[in-house]
């Protein structure tokens, strides 16, 4: 693997296919109140959460094209932020950026998808493969999982202390740790038996 692949962004490795000037202007987003934000770390379930949460705030209608989901669902990372600002869109905004990079405000409801790590690496080898120039001639797991583990890959590092949380059927939260944040979205009955 080519740690030349990704630069730092503000303290952000992002791979170079992420416009910087995107980048940049991600991590400078004022979610509006009431905002969803879609939250991963690559390879962790954001196109699936991402899906999840447009079909359940289309009650499952989906979008007309991709060129519509990209609207109203918008990745910030590469798109930036003028999609998120887009005063049609009703969906949630995805991103891998970190916290630092992206920190939370209390009037937008955020929704982090983690994933064991082990896992994680090895999805990720996988699909960096495909992005890795033929010129690169050491593509082992082992040469990954270095770049990895420094967190010289896309969206820096996974490695970190997530807080534990407990929910019951009451929908109350027992926080132990550091801030954590969770979605409620109310349905009814009978389109929760559609789900």
């Given at each position: ?13 992002m ?39 447009y ?9 007309a094209?991709v ?34 990079a992206?920190p939370?405000?209390d ?25 890795t ?6 593509v ?13 890959v ?37 389109y929760?038996?559609?789900?």
């Amino acid at each position: 693997m080519d740690p030349g692949i990704c630069r730092d962004i503000d303290g952000v490795w992002m791979h170079k296919f992420f416009p910087e000037e995107n980048v940049r202007s991600a991590m400078k987003y004022k979610p509006r109140d009431g905002d969803i934000i879609v939250v991963t770390y690559p390879k962790c379930g954001t196109t699936w959460t991402q899906y999840i949460v447009y079909n359940i705030l289309t009650r499952g209608n989906p979008p007309a094209d991709v060129g519509e989901y990209s609207l109203m669902s918008p990745f910030i990372d590469m798109t930036g932020a003028n999609a998120a600002e887009n005063p049609s869109r009703f969906a949630a905004v995805m991103t891998h950026l970190p916290l630092h990079a992206f920190p939370p405000v209390d009037h937008a409801k955020y929704i982090y998808v983690a994933r064991n790590p082990y896992d994680c690496a090895v999805s990720f080898y996988h699909f960096i493969l495909g992005l890795t120039p033929k010129s690169v001639t050491d593509v082992s797991f082992g040469r990954f999982l270095d770049l990895f583990l420094s967190g010289k890959v896309i969206a820096s590092s996974c490695l970190f202390v997530f807080s534990c949380v407990e929910i019951s059927t009451s929908e109350t939260i027992e926080h132990k740790g550091e801030a954590t944040s969770f979605v409620y979205i109310t349905v009814s009955e009978d389109y929760q038996e559609q789900l």
